[in-house]
């Protein structure tokens, strides 16, 4: 019973900031990679900001580098991405989802490796 439920999205201003939070349910958090896509109107769905299993390391596109910072809270089962500097190409639906682990670190920000999907939440970045 894996469950994914996205949280956080809104409108922001350019240059204003949002956390994204992912809760996880069903499975142990640290035993999965979670990744972040996004998808715009008339672009592809576009992986953003994963972190692996077993030890965490944190992977980005070249384009949210130093932006996004995607991180989770083993505690909680959550995990989120941070976006700062937002800018107007960030407007997207954001999805979280979920990559088994084989109980080594694995990471991906390829939408075809994973098999969990929230349903997922607006990111509207506009004056």
């Known amino acids: 019973q894996v469950q994914l439920v996205e949280s956080g999205g809104g409108l922001v201003q350019p240059g204003g900031s949002l956390r994204l939070s992912c809760a996880a349910s069903?499975?142990?958090?640290?035993?999965?990679?979670i990744g972040w896509f996004r998808q715009a109107p008339g672009k592809e769905r576009e992986g953003v900001a994963c972190i692996s299993s077993s030890d965490g390391s944190t992977h980005y596109t070249d384009s949210v580098k130093g932006r996004f910072t995607i991180s989770r809270d083993n505690a909680e089962n959550t995990v989120y991405l941070q976006m700062i500097s937002l800018k107007p190409e960030d407007t997207a639906v954001y999805y979280c989802?979920?990559?088994?682990?084989?109980?080594?670190?694995?990471?991906?920000?390829?939408?075809?490796?994973?098999?969990?999907w929230g349903q997922g939440t607006q990111v509207t970045v506009s004056s």
């Open positions: 069903g499975f142990t958090l640290d035993y999965y990679a």
């Open positions: 989802a979920a990559l088994e682990g084989y109980g080594s670190r694995r990471y991906s920000l390829s939408e075809r490796e994973f098999d969990y």
